[in-house]
């Protein structure tokens, strides 16, 4: 985004509705949990006192369950149904049912069958195809590509209409962010809304703000997730001398999705694949068998070996090096628990050189053509520092072209 400034600031306002969308729910997501322990007092958590007071909070949050249902509406369809008339009749006790399961223990003798509920925010998924941005983007106004933005314009945009809601929702969301019961509640659940992508609710004086712009920061923390292929032109522009155009394929990772890679694969200069390392200790949404990173190696792997792409230039990004640190300094996580093959010192420098070698090994035994390998340890959120690893994957990857066309 530092190096191609110009599309960044182009796409920036359609993430204005990604980030109030990932906000919302997690305030849905609180008020889910708040009203099922206000319902069910038998399954209230432990020393929680919850009050009318709490009852009154989620009724004035109510509004929000109608601008999730609008935003996911507008991201899916194109169209946004209106928000006015909502206020008097959405309840968040009428929501609330299905967040309630039964957890049945591991051990499957029955004995332990617990009641409680599922705090899972199941994520939302917008099609590529559907084409959110230009949606977004109509109504989008000069002043945006400035970064800067009116505050004093009325709904020209929908999203203006979402701002104003829930600018007079704002206190109350930050009441409820910062309430003592409902802290301890989350906890009981074991659910921390604050380790999850797309976590805005530090951030709501700025962000809940007429005239609100999403930073560079906001927008790489944003989460929406995304199927099918998604394309985006780059102008990357390095001074006047030095501009390259550059198209970007940025396709789906999840297993149903990896079919649809091949037709891209047949004229392809280089090949970015993101590999997270900090899911050492997660499992496939669509396979709850298959540990995630074991898959990232399977995958790689089947990059690597792939005919197709036996002469184009592979750069192996190892990202969320931020979380993998969190997880084994503060979770205190042991990799050796979830990937058994690991038998090294349970630290930052001795894990990363481990997965490190792993996927080298794997490039290496499946290398037909001599390729050259980049690999870059990387944390996202971190523009800077990703900024200045992007300018050296563009420079091996013009080199490695030019080399290709014999200009070099
Ligand atoms: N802390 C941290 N968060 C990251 C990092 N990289 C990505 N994220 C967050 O992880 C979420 C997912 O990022 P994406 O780039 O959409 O991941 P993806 O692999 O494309 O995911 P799919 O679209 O589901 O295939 C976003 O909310 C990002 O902000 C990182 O290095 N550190
Ligand atoms: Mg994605």
């Known amino acids: 985004m530092q190096y191609a ?31 099922v322990e206000l319902d069910e007092t038998s399954t209230a958590a ?12 989620l009724l004035r949050l109510s509004p929000l369950r109608r601008i999730q249902a609008s935003l996911e509406d507008l991201f899916a369809t194109g169209t946004f149904p209106a928000l006015r008339d909502d206020r008097r009749h959405s309840s968040p006790l009428s929501v609330m ?125 944003a989460r929406l997730r995304t199927m099918g292929v998604q394309e985006y032109s780059l102008t990357l522009d390095r001074g006047e001398s030095s501009r390259t155009e550059w198209i970007m394929y940025d396709v789906a ?38 540990n995630r ?7 790689w792997d089947t990059i690597c ?16 090096c931020d979380l993998l640190e969190k997880k084994l300094k503060k979770d205190k996580l042991r990799v050796h628990d979830y990937i058994p093959e690991f038998q090294g010192e349970n630290n930052m420098k001795t894990v990363t050189t481990w997965f490190h070698r792993v996927f080298r090994g794997i490039f290496k035994r499946n290398n037909p053509a001599d390729r ?4 870059h340890f990387t944390s996202a959120v971190d523009t800077r520092a990703t900024a200045r690893t992007l300018v050296g994957v563009q420079e091996a990857i013009m080199r490695n072209h030019f080399t290709g066309v014999g200009l070099v």
């Open 372 to 375: 050259h390998l980049y690999t």
């Open 293 to 299: 990173l074991q898959d990232s190696f399977q995958l």
């Open 5 to 35: 400034r110009q599309s960044w600031l182009e796409e920036r306002h359609s993430w204005r509705a990604v980030i109030y969308l990932n906000l919302v729910r997690s305030v849905n997501l609180i008020t889910d949990i708040l009203s």
């Open 97 to 221: 049912a299905a967040a309630r399961i039964i957890r049945v223990s591991d051990d499957m003798d029955g004995l332990d069958l617990k009641p409680t509920y599922a705090p899972v925010l199941q994520e939302f998924t917008v099609f590529s195809n559907c084409g959110w941005k230009s949606v977004l983007g109509k109504s989008r106004l000069p002043e945006f590509s400035t970064g800067t933005r009116s505050p004093k314009r009325r709904h020209a945009d929908p999203v203006d209409e979402v701002e104003d809601l829930l600018c007079s929702c704002k206190d109350d969301i930050k009441a409820l962010w910062r309430d003592l019961g409902v802290k301890r509640s989350l906890a009981y659940h074991h659910l921390r809304v604050e380790d999850s992508s797309g976590f805005f609710l530090n951030d709501v004086d700025r962000i809940v703000a007429r005239g609100y712009v999403p930073s560079d920061e906001d927008i790489v923390r």
């Open 305 to 320: 070996c792939s005919a197709l792409l036996a002469h184009v230039q592979m750069i192996l990004l190892m990202n969320k």
């Open 46 to 57: 432990d020393g929680v006192t919850l009050s009318d007071q709490h009852q009154i909070l």
């Open 253 to 290: 990772g999840c297993r149903t999705q990896r079919a649809a890679w091949v037709p891209y694969f047949t004229d392809v200069t280089a090949i970015i694949f993101v590999a997270p390392l900090s899911c050492f200790d997660e499992q496939l949404a669509e396979n709850h068998r298959v």
